[in-house]
């Protein structure tokens, strides 16, 4: 599985981004895909995460009502809106993929990873 991410870029606070994490090498339906960020200096840590085949999801507190992820099944590829976003928010962010239907928060848990996009956030 090959994860590709893509949509970083450096906006003001406030604003919005999304970012896209498009999968090739296999069909992920059964699998859960999940964002995560690191900014630097911190230890990467979870934003949010989906289960492809029902569509559940998962936020970190820090970014719940904020953040919103959404699949698109048909292309492959997994979506992370960002809204109302802050300087801390600040961070490269990941994509990954496990290969269970089972929402969990921890980066060790996941078996593949894209190569990371940064989202730059100023005040």
């Known amino acids: 599985v090959q994860l590709q991410a893509s949509g970083g870029g450096l906006v003001q606070a406030g604003s919005s981004l999304r970012l896209s994490c498009a999968a090739s090498?296999?069909?992920?339906?059964?699998?859960?895909m999940g964002w995560f960020r690191q900014a630097p200096g911190k230890e990467r840590e979870f934003v949010a995460g989906?289960?492809?085949?029902?569509?559940?999801?998962l936020y970190a507190d820090s970014v719940k009502g904020r953040f919103a992820v959404s699949r698109d099944n048909a292309k492959n590829t997994v979506y992370l809106q960002m809204n109302s976003l802050k300087p801390e928010d600040t961070a490269v962010y990941y994509c990954?993929?496990?290969?269970?239907?089972?929402?969990?928060?921890?980066?060790?848990?996941?078996?593949?990873w894209g190569q990371g996009t940064l989202v730059t956030v100023s005040s």
């Open positions: 090498g296999r069909t992920l339906i059964t699998y859960t």
């Open positions: 990954a993929a496990k290969q269970t239907s089972l929402l969990v928060t921890t980066a060790n848990s996941f078996d593949y």
């Open positions: 989906i289960r492809l085949n029902f569509g559940s999801t």
